[in-house]
């Protein structure tokens, strides 16, 4: 045992007992108790018990055949002075190398080396006039106050959270009362389209019944007067007979005219555009948890005026054996696993990178693959010619799985909402996600690559297109309506452009060699972040991992740029 032990416990022995003698224990000894007293609720060894027994002959005084009682007994070890690691044992050293309340078994079991084990009643001394010691009560009763206030706060918390969604129930419920509104409007215009049709039919139909009664009131008097005529005169009856033909023959012309639309009819075709638009919606709008936090540093991923800097530029290469020319990356996108896919238009393959960028899988295009956008999940969209191509990205593998055709090229795309934006080079379409148009957004047919890439605003109100042409940069709202153009010397043949969900903007361009962050409202440039001898070689695509901080910059070259931002 250690000396510091050997001092503090007089003339104890090192074993470990599963109750002390109380009596003992006060005078600095280490006995085992054989006995318990349930009034005094103290141990007592066989010496200290017999004392006990003369002075109270009538406490009840237990065994160890009854030891199971002791640890059941009221006051045998008060929580305060029972041992966290050992429930079973009483707090009775203090381990001064650790600063820790110890029972004995804490002591044999991690404190036998220990130098400064002291036996609590001799570090006890004095301890009720220590200034420290007074003020517990206190500081006790400061921290239930705050604790107190922390749950009053936190009650007021849960009713203004109830309030909020009585609130926003209301505000659902405003929604779903202007969406029916223009449900009923639509069903309106629609049933009086319907009645004006019907209505112009039933002219039609009125019509052909007056022709036909007065066709055969005339019939029947022509057929009258033909017999009264008949026995007259030879005259009378070539007369009667003539008009009578004329009669059967406008008949006939009539009944033609009539017979020519054996029924008229009205069918219904739905207009599907409706349903579908709805059912790619699944809520009314986006519930955010938003957490105040006190004396939170500013995150500049959550600030989009935040301006980055450069940390480092890497390469990594993306050549696969096979491939016969150099690689032109044109398009890049991240995956929720934190995988890329890339597609190389120069090898006509799109490819998955893991998470350190190398090559895992690939798939054949058979024509040049111009972009890649993320879907949802692990579904890709690649841009091939007219079509749009669907990869699902599963378990290290690229699996084609439908494609949907176009009128037009198909050089660019972007999902949002359920949405699909197009870009044919000259303009930008808005489609379903099963093919069927919603509208052109946007056009602008005096150049080559007037509407080349877009990106979308996280809540879908801003949308952005690089003008390769022209060398611009234009900023739409979701109408197509043109809120800014922005122009750099910096700024040459502008190609790929992407939108992070907190609102910064990046743009590379494939004139300048250059990569650009541009503020939210695409009115200024904040910061040239990259250039060509920055290892920059004609970019053609980028996309910002929030995960990383870092830019994946696609260009001409056999080579990823990853520049890491802060």
């Not at 009720?128 to 007074?134: A, C, G």
């Not at 359920?418 to 509208?439: E, F, P």
Request: net charge neutral; with cysteine.
């Amino acid at each position: 045992m250690a000396s510091g032990f050997e001092s503090s416990i007089q003339r104890g022995c090192d074993f470990i007992h599963d109750f002390s003698c109380s009596p003992c224990e006060e005078n600095g000894f280490n006995t085992e108790a054989h006995h318990y007293c349930t009034q005094c609720t103290k141990y007592y060894c066989q010496n200290c018990v017999s004392k006990h027994n003369g002075l109270y002959q009538k406490h009840a005084v237990l065994s160890r055949k009854d030891v199971k009682k002791w640890e059941a007994a009221p006051g045998v070890t008060d929580s305060l002075e029972r041992c966290g690691m050992h429930p079973g044992e009483a707090l009775k050293l203090v381990c001064g190398d650790h600063d820790q309340l110890c029972c004995y078994v804490c002591v044999a079991v991690g404190h036998r080396q220990c130098s400064k084990i002291q036996h609590i009643p001799d570090v006890a001394k004095g301890v009720q006039r220590n200034i420290e010691f007074q003020q517990i009560p206190k500081k006790i009763a400061e921290v239930q106050k705050q604790f107190e206030k922390m749950k009053e706060a936190r009650l007021k918390n849960t009713t203004s959270l109830k309030k909020t969604r009585a609130a926003i129930s209301d505000e659902i419920k405003t929604i779903r009362k202007r969406i029916n509104e223009i449900l009923d409007k639509i069903e309106k215009t629609t049933l009086q389209e319907l009645d004006g049709m019907i209505a112009e039919l039933e002219k039609k139909l009125k019509k052909d019944i007056e022709t036909c009664d007065k066709m055969t009131i005339e019939l029947q008097n022509m057929i009258a007067a033909f017999q009264t005529k008949a026995k007259s005169s030879e005259s009378k009856s070539y007369i009667a007979y003539r008009k009578s033909q004329n009669m059967i023959s406008q008949a006939n012309d009539h009944l033609r005219g009539i017979a020519a639309i054996e029924c008229y009819n009205v069918t219904f075709q739905a207009n599907n555009l409706i349903e579908e638009l709805l059912s790619a919606v699944k809520t009314f709008g986006a519930n955010e948890e938003q957490t105040v936090m006190t004396k939170q540093r500013k995150d500049p991923l959550s600030d989009p005026n935040h301006v980055f800097s450069v940390s480092e530029y890497k390469e990594y290469n993306v050549k696969m054996s096979d491939d016969v020319y150099k690689c032109s990356i044109s398009g890049v996108c991240e995956l929720p696993s934190g995988e890329f896919v890339i597609a190389d238009c120069n090898n006509w393959k799109v490819k998955l990178l893991d998470k350190e960028y190398r090559v895992i899988d690939h798939c054949d295009i058979p024509e040049y693959p111009w972009d890649v956008c993320h879907i949802d999940g692990n579904e890709v969209a690649v841009c091939v010619n007219s079509e749009l191509h669907f990869i699902n990205a599963s378990k290290g593998k690229l699996v084609t799985t439908r494609k949907i055709s176009f009128t037009h090229d198909c050089y660019a795309a972007a999902h949002h909402g359920g949405q699909l934006y197009i870009s044919s080079g000259t303009a930008l379409y808005v489609y379903t996600m099963s093919g069927q148009k919603v509208k052109m957004l946007y056009e602008d047919k005096s150049g080559y690559r007037t509407v080349d890439q877009c990106a979308i605003s996280n809540d879908g109100e801003i949308i952005y297109i690089t003008n390769y042409s022209k060398h611009q940069l234009i900023t739409l709202d979701n109408n197509g309506n043109r809120l800014a153009l922005l122009t750099d010397p910096d700024m040459k043949q502008p190609s790929g452009v992407h939108a992070t969900p907190t609102g910064h903007v990046f743009v590379c361009c494939h004139g300048s060699d250059t990569v650009l962050q541009v503020d939210k409202d695409g009115k200024k440039k904040f910061a040239t972040l990259a250039r060509k001898e920055d290892v920059l070689n004609r970019p053609r695509d980028l996309f910002f991992s929030s995960s990383s901080s870092s830019l994946i910059v696609g260009g001409v070259k056999d080579t990823l740029l990853v520049i890491k931002l802060i």
